[in-house]
């Protein structure tokens, strides 16, 4: 399951439990993890560790979801971005979609997330 450019993977959620849950299943996958629990913490990692990939949860405080992504992208494009939530209006499901950012549900389904960060 390891990435070819090792850049590491940002878990970004403020749930602790979630936040520590997917880092160990993670790390035990091979993967460099940085951790943030909110969205501007999310954007200081994304500038200072160049991740590949952020696993993003929506309802963060200091800075949401959609507008944490919007800051990503416009910092790096390469950088994919996997949404986390278990807050998911419509609004937001049709901006992802239209963006081309994938969903994992809460509960979280560690077998979908893998297949979608291999």
């Given at each position: 399951m390891a990435r070819p450019d090792r850049r590491p993977i940002?878990?970004?959620?403020?749930?602790?439990?979630?936040?520590?849950l997917l880092e160990e299943y993670l790390r035990?996958?091979?993967?460099?993890?940085?951790?943030?629990?909110?969205?501007?913490?999310?954007?200081?990692?994304?500038k200072h560790t160049s991740p590949g990939l952020v696993l993003l949860d929506l309802a963060m405080p200091?800075?949401?979801?959609?507008?944490?992504?919007?800051?990503?992208q416009k910092f790096d494009p390469s950088i994919r971005i996997v949404v986390v939530t278990g807050q998911l209006t419509r609004d937001a499901a049709v901006k992802l979609r239209d963006l081309g950012i994938p969903i994992v549900p809460k509960p979280l389904d560690l077998e979908v997330l893998r297949e979608l960060i291999a």
């Open positions: 940002l878990v970004a959620d403020d749930e602790p439990e979630i936040r520590d035990a996958s091979g993967y460099d993890v940085v951790t943030a629990a909110n969205g501007l913490e999310a954007l200081w990692a994304v200091r800075l949401g979801g959609l507008e944490a992504i919007k800051h990503i």
